[in-house]
């Protein structure tokens, strides 16, 4: 298994309170993701890093941030948790430029805000 | 946005039979990737195919992309047990990677 170590993997929140959560890898990989997975929609894209301190939007951004201050690690951040961001979201790294190459994931964070 | 639509949601086999799921995509893929995920585990990549009416095979596995690059399946000969997990495909639309919404499969010994 690729270098990725996700941080909480169970975290139990209400609602107002921020979350952080941390993707580290060993793998030295250029470019990180943040997805989350719900029933029936498969894997999300939230933010995705190309670089340290470049990161850009996915398609399920809002409420959501992130930052990379290091190649190795890349957090995401809930500022204030609602009950629609209950889910397991999974960091992913990959060797090559965005969506061109195998994705190689964390083994997940599941975040349960009441 | 732009879909990749991934059927069937569900399916359940008798250890042996075949299985196969299918993606579909309004719009042209510059590639499609697969991946496999365990009960209560991570994705993990199994193949991608890059051009148009692709075969590839691993073991029992055979993914096709299709001629128009709009669709793909993965086929399944002889299931099982250790094949049960959800299988997703993600195809890349422009500069994006849609994930399907997978197919669950479990298999009866």
């Known amino acids: 298994d690729a270098g990725i170590t996700q941080s909480p993997r169970h975290k139990v929140t209400e609602t107002g309170t921020p979350v952080t959560l941390r993707c580290h890898q060993t793998?030295?990989?250029?470019?990180m993701y943040w997805y989350r997975q719900d029933p029936g929609h498969g894997l999300r894209l939230i933010h995705y890093?190309?670089?340290?301190?470049?990161?850009d939007k996915g398609e399920v951004s809002d409420g959501y941030s992130v930052s990379r201050s290091k190649t190795e690690d890349f957090l995401l951040t809930l500022e204030s948790a609602t009950s629609s961001q209950t889910s397991v979201y999974f960091c992913?790294?990959?060797?090559?430029?965005?969506?061109?190459?195998?994705?190689?994931f964390g083994e997940g964070s599941r975040l349960t805000v009441l | 946005g732009q879909q990749v639509m991934q059927i069937p949601q569900y399916q359940h086999v008798q250890e042996g039979e075949d299985f196969t799921t299918y993606c579909n995509s309004s719009?042209?893929?510059?590639?499609i990737q697969w991946y496999k995920q365990r009960p209560g585990g991570h994705p993990v990549f199994l193949i991608q195919?890059?051009?148009?009416?692709e075969v590839k095979k691993q073991k029992r596995l055979t993914f096709q992309f299709g001629e128009a690059k709009k669709n793909s399946s993965l086929h399944i000969t002889a299931t099982q047990t250790t094949d049960v997990g959800t299988y997703f495909c993600?195809?890349?639309?422009?500069?994006?990677?849609?994930f399907g919404a997978g197919t669950r499969l479990t298999v009866k010994p």
């Open positions: 992913a790294i990959s060797r090559l430029a965005r969506n061109t190459g195998e994705l190689f």
């Open positions: 793998e030295n990989h250029r470019y």
């Open positions: 890093s190309y670089g340290v301190k470049d990161t």
């Open positions: 719009t042209t893929l510059s590639n």
């Open positions: 195919l890059v051009k148009s009416g």
């Open positions: 993600a195809g890349r639309m422009d500069n994006d990677m849609r």
